[in-house]
């Protein structure tokens, strides 16, 4: 019995205590002055490594069963999903601690600073160089901006964009959002929870990573 609740405390820590930094640290953007820009390929490679976790829930069903066979099975087909969705390294950035509005102002001087040339459709650009799509979380305070290059220069092209881009966010400041405070609140949280049951189950715990590791 102790020793099924010392792993379920240390499987609850190693699901919730990634999601939980993960807040945090959105927290932490949130609560700086000025937005914060990185690529879709950095931000989709971050979302993967908090969710990865995940993985490992159905390990000791699995064992219980002596359904060992299907741990590669699953991971062959986690690998497939990671590489079939990760963008390319010229798709596009996100932009965290920024809305949607302020976002759009910062690409239009960034797009005139750069002297390209096109027109707003809704929540695109469309220019002769390519397109720009523009979609929202305002939960999370980010906007992701889809890059599609109508051009053999796309890695050129974003490069350009990509430091034009950075020197306009420089000049925004602003105070910390209440996004921000909120994220850091649901990140103490939840880091919470799994070192509460760890603290009721201790002994449990110390005695299943002995038997695991001696």
Known sequence: MGGSIAIDSLLV???VAPIA????????VNSHSRPCLVSS??????????????LIAPMPALANRSLWWLLPLE????AWGFFSMLPGRSDGWVIYNISARRCRAAIDAALRDLGWVG??????????CGELTLSSIP???????????????????LGELDRALQRRLMRIEQLPSTAGACLLVLGVALLAMPIWM??????D??????HLFG
């Open 139 to 157: 939960l999370l305070r980010n906007v992701t901006i889809h890059a599609d290059w109508q051009t053999s220069r796309s890695a050129d092209r």
């Open 41 to 54: 390929r950095s931000d989709f490679v971050s979302l993967t490594i908090v969710m990865a976790p995940l």
């Open 75 to 78: 991971l062959v087909l986690a």
């Open 13 to 15: 820590v190693g699901l």
């Open 119 to 128: 027109r707003w459709k809704g929540d695109a650009w469309q220019g002769d």
């Open 198 to 203: 760890m603290g009721r189950h201790i002994q």
């Open 205 to 210: 715990v110390v005695e299943a990573v002995v």
């Open 21 to 28: 930094v993960y807040f945090l640290m959105l927290g932490l």
